[in-house]
């Protein structure tokens, strides 16, 4: 059933550290495009009934505390959408001594406990799993649905990926059409040299399995570049990010709304408008 398809593409796109039932309907409300299907009490009731039953793809984990609720979609500096921020702390697991070799990045992976069986075993339904485990409990997919989710069927089969590669290649996906910039993921997750981010992005987008847009941004009153980065499966013409133009174009609504009748001499606005290509040595001739 279709539902159930985008509920465990979701959970996949979550990579190793899961997902919350409460997280996976936040999911599934915002996905692009929007779903079909009402998710009222009844619709959750359902898609867990199917969820904990597959344990073959979809595995539960009782997690050492409760998880807390993190807002990841910030308001970008302009108005032109949101910027998603990860809320876990890079850990590598390359775990080869499962019969199929699970990899990715999770913070809890050697602490949180299979449950599985135990809630199959018991039949408890939505209601009363919460009631057992609140936020402790999660939904992580396999390895190979969680790879699915990542790598595009027409992907060169030859295709390998080294561990830190495919843990960058997992946080982008957790990130969905959002994107997730390439200076996050250098300074905040694998806090390495932004030589070796360059790198594995770079190889990545080689192997077509992301696209890196460039955009710009106002930050502390100077426009600086960005690079966005989304899977291959989320690229799309337009982007959250403006260009640099786009950026000079707000400003200048911004003035005009502030000013007193929403009006200013054209002189005032063009000394502006220079002195902002002068701190981001932008010719003035643009203007």
Not at 40 to 56: H, M, N, P
Not at 68 to 91: C, F, I, N, W
Not at 230 to 244: A, G, H, I, M, N
């Amino acid at each position: 059933m279709e539902i159930l398809k985008v509920c465990i593409d979701e959970i996949a796109l979550s990579g190793l550290e899961g997902c919350t039932f409460a997280e996976l309907c936040e999911l599934v409300a915002r996905r692009q495009p929007p779903v079909t299907f009402p998710l009222d009490e009844l619709t959750k009731q359902f898609i867990w009934s199917q969820l904990s039953q597959r344990g073959a793809i979809i595995r539960l984990y009782k997690l050492p505390e409760q998880r807390k609720v993190v807002d990841t979609l910030h308001p970008l500096g302009s108005a032109q959408g949101m910027e998603y921020v990860h809320p876990y702390s890079y850990r590598l697991v390359n775990d080869e001594e499962q019969p199929v070799r699970v990899r990715g990045s999770c913070t809890t992976y050697e602490q949180r406990q299979d449950v599985t069986e135990a809630v199959a075993r018991e039949g408890l339904n939505l209601t009363a799993a919460i009631e057992k485990y609140g936020t402790g409990l999660v939904l992580v997919a396999s390895q190979e649905v969680r790879e699915r989710a990542l790598i595009p069927a027409d992907t060169d089969p030859c295709v390998d990926l080294s561990e830190v590669q495919y843990c960058v290649l997992e946080v982008i996906g957790c990130s969905r059409e959002y994107g997730i910039l390439r200076s996050f993921i250098t300074n905040t997750y694998l806090r390495i040299d932004a030589r070796s981010t360059f790198h594995h992005v770079k190889m990545l987008a080689a192997m077509n399995l992301v696209v890196i847009r460039e955009g710009r941004q106002l930050k502390s009153g100077r426009i600086t570049s960005v690079f966005n980065l989304t899977l291959s499966r989320f690229s799309r013409l337009d982007t959250l990010y403006d260009d640099t133009m786009q950026v000079y174009e707000s400003q200048f609504c911004r003035l005009l709304e502030a000013a007193p009748f929403k009006a200013l001499p054209v002189g005032n606005l063009k000394n502006t408008l220079v002195h902002w290509a002068k701190v981001t040595s932008m010719p003035e001739s643009t203007f």
